[in-house]
């Protein structure tokens, strides 16, 4: 069985309704952990958006049991058809992530946001300043 490793900060996170939708019984092991970037909340959509940035942007290790028969279940979930078509709205890049409690670095698959309409007046954005996402969604008023 191959096992293999994607880095997820949003959606996709234990708790969330697209880990849920494709991750259950999936994840082998999971480790807190970051990478360097920024963190949006994209308003009209639910969910955030990774781009380059100099923060750190806080999410979940995730090593999964079939990670090749996952994977285009996940690549659907993203919006991600490959290398450069412009249909993707993320791009899925191999990034360097950070284990917060073994303090080493290792390297994962990353979904980065693709478009260039992050921020504008049809897909409003939000900073989230902590990089956590899942802290940002627990304080919004229910």
Sequence with gaps: MECMRIWVYGSLMEGFFNYEKALVGKVVSRARSRVKGSVFHQLDKGYPALVPGEG?????????????????????????????????????????????????????????????????????AVPVPSGDWRTFMEMLPR
């Design 56 to 124: 750190w942007v806080y999410g979940e290790l995730l090593e999964l049991a079939d990670f090749n028969g996952t994977l285009p279940v996940l690549d659907e979930i993203e919006e991600y058809y490959g290398p450069g078509d412009r249909r993707n709205e993320y791009d899925r890049l191999l990034t360097p992530v950070f284990l917060c409690e073994s303090e080493k670095w290792t390297e994962a698959h990353v979904y980065w946001y693709g478009r260039k309409d992050l921020g504008t007046q049809e897909n409003p």
